[in-house]
Nanobody
């Protein structure tokens, strides 16, 4: 499986924006690796799903980020992005990307690979 590397986190004020990147060393999508999701883990909490994108540009978002975050991909750069606008302190956490299996519905998402180091996002009030 292709290793994914997250980057782009930082310390920002509430209301700011950040763009996270999830980069692969080769073609990011393939027949068996056709969906990528962003997850996040706040201190003391379980990892939670944030957004998903499929190779054919299907997208889905958790209710907590819908309307503020946008997931996208650039096949030429082998990268999936997470544009985060109107950041809130509750968005603070370590953000991870991973290949996922989607189905039978959009809300059924199963991580497929091991977790990377993630990228820290800290939003101050």
């Amino acid at each position: 499986q292709v290793q994914l590397v997250e980057s782009g986190g930082g310390l920002v004020q509430a209301g700011s924006s950040l763009r996270l990147s999830c980069a692969a060393s080769r073609r990011i999508f393939s027949l068996n690796e056709n969906a990528i999701a962003w997850y996040r883990q706040a201190p003391g909490k379980q990892r939670e799903w944030v957004a998903t994108i499929t190779s054919d540009l299907g997208t889905n978002y958790s209710d907590s980020v819908k309307g503020r975050f946008t997931i996208s991909k650039n096949n030429a750069r082998n990268t999936v992005y997470l544009q985060m606008n109107s950041l809130l302190p509750v968005d603070t956490g370590v953000y991870y990307c991973n290949y996922v299996r989607v189905g039978p519905s959009w809300n059924n998402i199963t991580p497929l690979g091991s977790w990377g180091q993630g990228t820290q996002v800290t939003v101050s009030s």
